[in-house]
């Protein structure tokens, strides 16, 4: 009893002390049970949204490679067309795509290219183009005529223009009628096609008008030359070896306008032109006479004419190869992608009067031209006419020379030059 009273407290501090023994120990040890317990939580909650992206990216691809909805549908075909109908960037198909969904879309395009056999060029036998010389004279000797041989201008918007303009702005120093707006980051002249489309050059001494091609995600140039006479097929000076500049073939051959013509090996996107694809025939020449039994023959006869077939015609005086045909005796081939996608385009063609139209559509540069469907750019030439109509070679080589310079704008490395190509459709200077 004399022992409690002398230390009652002593019980206590020993129950304390058994308690908590280093209550500093104590909180560090709950502090790292929570931090525990947090990162726990934390790795469920990353784990959680880790399976619901993962379950939201299946369900995502499964809708986008798979669904029938008609606009997922559209663009699905269209990415793989465009992928496919490349030389060197046809994974970005095959990486993330099934073959079978490829296969779907591109044997739809085989089907196009299968049919294509059965159509060949048929004028009547008195289809003979001649030089239609009222319509390249100088402005004071067609000034009478000009809305009747240059149908196509919009006469409001051509008579707007002329008016706000002096006389010595639009005639060359002969007298010929000279607008030239052709580059394609000109301003617009106001004057437009009874269709609606910009006119960014008229050329009476040429015979020449070019069209600005504008539409929901491209822009280029269509060329309408009145004399069919004066389109040649014009040949690299090195083919064999390399390919030239589509201005160094103009200017050596006196063009006033050209467009790429074949296609080429172009191993890795390295080619260089000189390697040609199918047979060419220049001036009654021949510089290639392999055919590739996959494309269309393309050319101009003695009487001025575009012939697309399978075979070379007697006759023929330019000639070369390349797929597929568009139009064939008035008969429009191809609408929508058909296959082919958004690429950069050059096609030819001539209407049943023989005016000759070469267009050119940029592409594969966002923001400014991504490129055109081949039912796009068929139904553009139908619309102005085309009686017979055939694809060129696209991407890269596509470009259109005007008066000394490019006026389209090519998605090659070097877009002022284009690329080294083997032959080029061109209009000789009058």
């Given at each position: 009893m004399s022992d409690k009273k002398e230390n009652p407290s002593?019980?206590?501090?020993?129950?304390?002390?058994?308690?908590?023994?280093?209550?500093?120990?104590?909180?560090?040890?709950?502090?790292?049970?929570?931090?525990?317990?947090?990162?726990?939580?934390?790795r469920a909650r990353r784990l959680s949204r880790i399976v619901v992206a993962l379950t939201a990216a299946v369900a995502l691809y499964c809708v986008l490679v798979f669904s029938h909805i008609h606009f997922i549908e559209k663009w699905r075909t269209i990415y793989i067309e465009t992928a496919m109908g490349t030389m060197n960037h046809q994974w970005l198909a095959t990486m993330f795509l099934p073959q079978s969904v490829i296969d779907d879309v591109m044997n739809g395009r085989r089907t196009i290219e299968f049919?294509?056999?059965?159509?060949?060029?048929d004028w009547d036998t008195g289809d003979t183009f001649t030089s239609?010389?009222?319509?390249?004279?100088?402005?004071?000797?067609?000034?009478?005529?000009?809305?009747?041989?240059?149908?196509?201008?919009?006469?409001?918007?051509?008579?707007?223009?002329?008016?706000?303009?002096?006389?010595?702005?639009?005639?060359d120093e002969d007298g010929y009628l000279l607008i030239d707006a052709a580059d394609y980051n000109a301003d617009e002249t106001g004057i437009t096609t009874i269709y609606g489309d910009p006119v960014c050059a008229i050329d009476t001494r040429n015979g020449i008008v070019i069209v600005a091609l504008r539409g929901d995600g491209y822009c280029g140039r269509m060329a309408i030359v009145k004399n069919p006479a004066q389109v040649k097929l014009a040949v690299s000076n090195s083919l064999g070896s390399s390919g030239s500049y589509l201005k160094e073939i103009c200017k050596q051959n006196a063009a006033a306008l050209g467009i790429?013509?074949?296609?080429?090996?172009?191993?890795?996107?390295?080619?260089?032109?000189?390697?040609?694809?199918?047979?060419?025939?220049?001036?009654?020449?021949?510089?290639?006479?392999?055919?590739?039994?996959?494309?269309?023959?393309?050319?101009?006869?003695?009487?001025?004419?575009?012939?697309?077939?399978n075979t070379l015609l007697s006759g023929t005086r330019d000639a070369m190869q390349f797929s597929p045909a568009l139009v064939v005796n008035g008969e429009q081939l191809i609408?929508?992608?058909?296959?082919?996608?958004?690429?950069?385009?050059?096609?030819?063609g001539q209407t049943a009067s023989g005016q000759m139209l070469m267009a050119v559509v940029d592409?594969?540069?966002?923001?400014?031209?991504?490129?055109?469907?081949?039912?796009?750019?068929?139904?553009?030439?139908?619309?102005?006419?085309?009686?017979?109509?055939?694809?060129?070679?696209?991407g890269s080589s596509?470009?259109?020379?005007?008066?000394?310079?490019?006026?389209?704008?090519?998605?090659?490395?070097?877009?002022d030059k284009g690329r080294h190509i083997p032959n080029a459709?061109?209009?000789?200077?009058?």
């Open positions: 002593s019980e206590w501090v020993v129950l304390e002390e058994e308690q908590v023994e280093d209550p500093k120990k104590a909180r560090r040890q709950l502090k790292a049970a929570h931090r525990a317990q947090k990162r726990r939580e934390n049919q294509q056999e059965e159509y060949n060029s239609p010389e009222q319509a390249m004279d100088t402005w004071d000797a067609i000034k009478g005529q000009f809305f009747e041989v240059y149908a196509e201008i919009d006469q409001d918007s051509f008579e707007n223009y002329m008016e706000q303009h002096k006389r010595s702005d639009v005639l790429n013509a074949s296609g080429f090996a172009d191993p890795e996107g390295a080619g260089n032109g000189g390697e040609a694809m199918g047979i060419i025939l220049s001036d009654s020449v021949p510089h290639r006479t392999t055919m590739d039994e996959t494309m269309k023959v393309i050319g101009m006869d003695t009487a001025n004419r575009l012939n697309i077939s609408s929508g992608s058909s296959g082919w996608g958004l690429q950069p385009r050059s096609v030819i592409g594969r540069q966002p923001g400014y031209s991504v490129g055109i469907t081949l039912g796009d750019l068929t139904d553009i030439l139908y619309q102005y006419g085309a009686y017979q109509a055939c694809n060129l070679d696209g596509s470009v259109m020379y005007y008066r000394g310079r490019n006026i389209t704008r090519s998605s090659a490395v070097t877009p459709w061109i209009v000789t200077e009058n």
